[in-house]
């Protein structure tokens, strides 16, 4: 059973234009809602996070909104750029009870300039 | 520094071969995962350490053994090799605290058995 699923599976966006890749979660323990960026051939890097007491975290052109009664999550590139072309992962974790963290299967984003 | 360091970057096995990957970070983390990544399956968790000599199982151990002598290192064992376990494999630390709660990872080793 998938404990975070993730859509789009890919994403074609235009250079300038926002993406949006959504997330949605059921169990109500997660407290820790990461993404991470992954350009091929190398790991995945980290790119922003958030916990549940707060809606939305920017940085820079990359915004996390997350909606806690409806248990999702999404990340916003404003301005994409060519170099934004990556696959994204989001994942949940429960920072009071283990290592585990849950990943979604992942967004193949490709911004065309 | 160089983060997260994983050997070999490649590897061909025949089945029922074993062999060893290699993971050592240099961030002084307690925690240390290892995680699978297949193709539409996104990162499967197989073991992970919370510190030396401690050491649990993820959500796909099975063929798997990991052990945690130091700190540093993290070395995942392939008991026997088999198809089922071609895949990409990448090591991740990260330290304690919210602030580090995110993992780093290595730039993984490509598996492939045949």
């Known amino acids: 059973q998938q404990q975070v699923k993730q859509s789009p599976q890919s994403l074609i966006v235009q250079k300038g234009g926002i993406s949006i890749i959504n997330c949605a979660y059921e169990?109500?323990?997660?407290?820790?809602f990461p993404w991470y960026q992954q350009f091929p051939g190398k790991g995945p890097a980290l790119l922003i996070a958030?916990?549940?007491?707060?809606s939305e975290k920017k940085e820079g052109r990359f915004t996390i909104s997350f909606n806690k009664s409806a248990k999702q999550f999404s990340l916003h590139i404003m301005d994409s750029q060519p170099g934004d072309s990556a696959t994204y992962f989001c994942?949940?974790?429960?920072?009071?009870?283990?290592?585990?963290?849950?990943f979604g299967t992942g967004t193949s984003l490709t911004v065309i300039p | 520094n160089a983060g997260v360091t994983q050997t070999p970057k490649f590897q061909v096995l025949k089945t029922g071969q074993s062999m060893t990957l290699q993971c050592a970070q240099d961030?002084?983390?307690?925690?240390m995962s290892w995680y699978r990544q297949d193709p539409g399956m996104g990162l499967r968790l197989i073991h992970y350490?919370?510190?030396?000599?401690?050491?649990d199982q993820g959500e796909v151990p099975n063929g798997y053994n990991v052990s945690r002598s130091t700190t540093e290192d993290f070395p995942l064992r392939l008991l026997s090799a088999a198809p089922s376990q071609t895949s990409v494999y990448f090591c991740?630390?990260?330290?304690?605290?919210?602030?580090?709660?995110?993992?780093?990872f290595g730039s993984g080793t490509r598996l492939t058995v045949v």
């Open positions: 991740a630390s990260r330290g304690t605290g919210i602030a580090n709660y995110g993992y780093t």
């Open positions: 169990n109500t323990a997660f407290d820790y």
């Open positions: 958030i916990r549940p007491d707060v």
């Open positions: 994942a949940a974790s429960d920072t009071n009870t283990g290592n585990q963290f849950y």
């Open positions: 961030m002084n983390h307690e925690y």
């Open positions: 350490s919370v510190g030396a000599g401690i050491t």
